[in-house]
């Protein structure tokens, strides 16, 4: 559903002290040995532009005034580089105490290996039915919960320039056809029709999911045996071909940023991308500020919905040192002005996880979300209907080896066979289901 204007004073007012109470009510459950000694707290966080980071400092600031003996340090890391960082700690012994904005791909995995801690005290702390419906079955695990939900971002949006495509007399594409209609169409010159990822990287890797779903099919079914060669693999690896002969030069390296930037700097005329472009767009490229929409991103089928959302959640690995202290911080980052200033630090790309934050002034009040209100709500009904890629609808089993599978490159090695190397479709699509099916015997 559309985001709500009105929240109740009295519940704002409970809304501004949530995350502080939440923590206050954790705190004596703290070892009084950790409690008195002093605590450098480790936060690995995957969300990292400035201003981000700068609310990230008044929230701690704020944490450590109440927490005297307890430091955070907070550590930004990239999605590239979160996995191999990642095993070296475990291999290492000295892991992160909390992990910010991980994406549910990765905290599956996690979780699928024993290496994460119950969170169940954070959840009910901050209000468990104040979660989305959607989050809360996605992070709980036989009975418990094994990640905070956070925030969530939906990559599966298309961005496009509405007076390049009312030039051209063309509509927002709703279907994969039309969209390599708008494609073709718009590209002209030095000028391109879309921007999407087709680098061995780590957005490469996340939308493959996505296509797949939208085009009827799985990477692991719910008995959990890979199904990755199939048709409607084919169907995607045929459509990202098909694509990129519209895409800018040097498209065969893009990850995230890459994308983003060919659409913001009126490279290409439309991309895949969550809300984040709101926020560059009027930062980068302010003259085409009025001439940016989006819609869900186009459909093989129109009687197939299906979009995903990052789901983005906070993790305590079991290995964590100053675990107690982690959670207290964990449910300081909901504190609503500090959590506000979070989420709109890239206003439109992060979106709160609490029904309450999402239907709140405080949150809805930031003016360029007052200015693209309807991008917003596009945003927010997109992810009302979506799915974590590691659990497709609500009925799947977790996919346990999610991070795995796409953090090894397996998706995007089989799209450059196809587009790059000429390789047909179904034999890339064999070697992509040979690899799979070793990683999960591994």
């Known amino acids: 559903m559309p985001a709500k204007d009105i929240v109740s004073p009295d519940r704002r007012s409970l809304l501004k002290a949530a995350g502080a109470a939440a923590a206050l009510s954790l705190a004596g459950r703290i070892p009084e040995a950790e409690a008195q ?18 609310a990230y400092e008044a929230m701690v600031k704020g944490f450590e005034a109440v927490n005297r003996n307890i430091k955070v340090e907070v550590l930004p890391v990239s999605q590239t580089d979160l996995w191999p960082k990642l095993a070296a700690a475990y291999a290492g012994g000295d892991v992160p105490d909390l992990v910010m904005q991980i994406t549910s791909e990765n905290a599956v995995s996690l979780h699928g290996q024993g290496l994460l801690q119950p969170v169940d005290d954070v959840v009910r702390a901050l209000g468990e039915a104040d979660f989305e419906p959607a989050a809360q079955n996605l992070f ?8 905070v939900p956070a925030s969530n971002n939906c990559v599966s949006l298309l961005w496009y320039r509405k007076d390049l495509l009312g030039e051209a007399g063309l509509a927002p594409p709703q279907t994969w056809e039309q969209l390599v209609n708008v494609a073709r169409r718009l590209t002209k010159g030095d000028k391109y029709g ?10 490469t890797n996340s939308i493959t999911w996505t296509l797949v779903y939208q085009a009827g099919g799985r990477i692991i079914a719910p008995d959990n045996s890979v199904v990755f060669n199939s048709d409607a693999t084919v169907a995607v690896l045929e459509f990202l071909k098909e694509m990129h002969p519209f895409m800018p030069p040097g498209v065969n390296r893009y990850d995230f940023s890459d994308v983003l930037n060919a659409y913001v700097q009126g490279t290409s005329a439309t991309c895949m991308y969550t809300g984040r472009a709101i926020v560059n767009v009027n930062n980068e490229n302010p003259s085409i500020a009025d001439h940016i929409s989006c819609v869900p991103f186009p459909l093989r089928s129109l009687d197939r919905p299906w979009w995903s959302g990052a789901f983005e959640s906070l993790i305590v690995p079991k290995a964590a040192k100053n675990a107690a202290a982690a959670k207290l911080f964990a449910a300081w980052n909901f504190k609503l002005d500090t959590y506000v200033e979070f989420i709109n630090a890239t206003p439109g790309h992060q979106i709160p996880m609490l029904k309450s934050v999402l239907a709140s002034p405080d949150y809805l009040s930031h003016p360029l979300l007052v200015k693209y209100r309807k991008e917003l709500d596009v945003t927010i009904d997109t992810l009302s209907k979506a799915h974590a890629t590691a659990k497709p609808d609500d009925k799947s089993p977790l996919i346990v080896k999610a991070g795995e599978i796409q953090n090894s490159g397996i998706f995007a090695e089989t799209i450059q066979r196809v587009v790059i190397e000429g390789e047909a479709p179904r034999r890339a ?3 992509g289901q040979d690899r799979i099916a070793r990683l999960m015997r591994g």
């Open 37 to 54: 000694a002093p605590v450098t707290l480790r936060a690995m966080t995957l969300q990292r532009a400035p201003l981000q980071m700068k």
């Open 140 to 147: 709980k695990d036989k009975g418990s919960y094994f990640a």
């Open 194 to 203: 879309a921007s999407m990822p087709y680098g061995k990287t780590a957005m």
């Open 429 to 431: 699509a064999a070697w």
